[in-house]
């Protein structure tokens, strides 16, 4: 049973304007979330993180937000671009297991 | 620094073949770990190596094995194919357990 879901397959936004991705998790022993994102024919790769001690975290046009009540995260990405067209995987670890959780993924598409 | 190298990009198989996937990293690191994707389920740990000289299993290490032949070596084997074992694999690797963890590019595998 996956404890990391990413409800929206896929995402279109235009450039310029916010694209927002969601993921929630069911295991509340969770305490790391990291976002991943992925090009076509590429290998995933890091993008932002937030341990469970923060409610935000940003980095440049890039902000994850954690709602620990509703076991829920957002990624943030102020403005869009056409460079940010990809997969963004939401993941979760527990405290020292280390092991990734992943979601299934959203395609984000940024329109022209 | 080529990071993280995976050999084949792309193979196919046909139902009892055996073969080893390879992966190598040039980044000192000492973590190393082996995933699949499917769709709609994310990415899944099969087997990982936190550190040279041993390896432990993840999420769904049934029908693989693996072996971590020196600091930068990690191999993937799958002693007798299934055609449930049609994936994408992904090779991992981070610099110490339970940090930011580096992507392969992928091998593509179809076993008919």
């Known amino acids: 049973d996956q404890q990391v879901k990413q409800n929206s397959p896929s995402l279109s936004v235009q450039e310029g304007r916010i694209s927002i991705l969601n993921c929630d998790y069911t295991?509340?022993?969770?305490?790391?979330f990291l976002w991943y994102k992925k090009y076509p024919a590429e290998g995933p790769t890091f993008l932002i993180s937030?341990?469970?001690?923060?409610d935000k975290n940003e980095d440049g046009r890039f902000t994850v937000f954690l709602n620990k009540s509703a076991k829920h995260l957002s990624l943030h990405i102020v403005p869009s671009q056409p460079g940010d067209s990809a997969v963004y995987f939401c993941a979760a670890t527990l405290g020292n297991d280390y092991k990734l959780s992943f979601g299934a993924g959203t395609t984000v598409t940024v329109r022209a | 620094n080529a990071g993280v190298t995976q050999t084949p990009k792309f193979q196919v198989l046909k139902t009892g073949q055996s073969m080893t996937l390879q992966c190598a990293q040039d980044?000192?690191?000492?973590?190393m770990y082996w995933y699949r994707q499917d769709p709609g389920m994310g990415l899944r740990l099969i087997y990982y190596s936190a550190s040279e000289g041993t390896t432990d299993k993840g999420e769904v290490p049934n029908g693989y094995n693996v072996s971590r032949l020196n600091k930068r070596e990690f191999s993937l084997r799958l002693e007798s194919a299934a055609p449930s074992q049609t994936s994408v694999y992904f090779c991992a690797s981070s610099e110490v357990w339970g940090d930011t963890q580096y992507f392969g590019p992928g091998t593509r595998l179809t076993v008919l």
């Open positions: 937030i341990s469970s001690i923060k």
């Open positions: 295991n509340s022993m969770f305490d790391y």
């Open positions: 980044m000192n690191h000492n973590s």
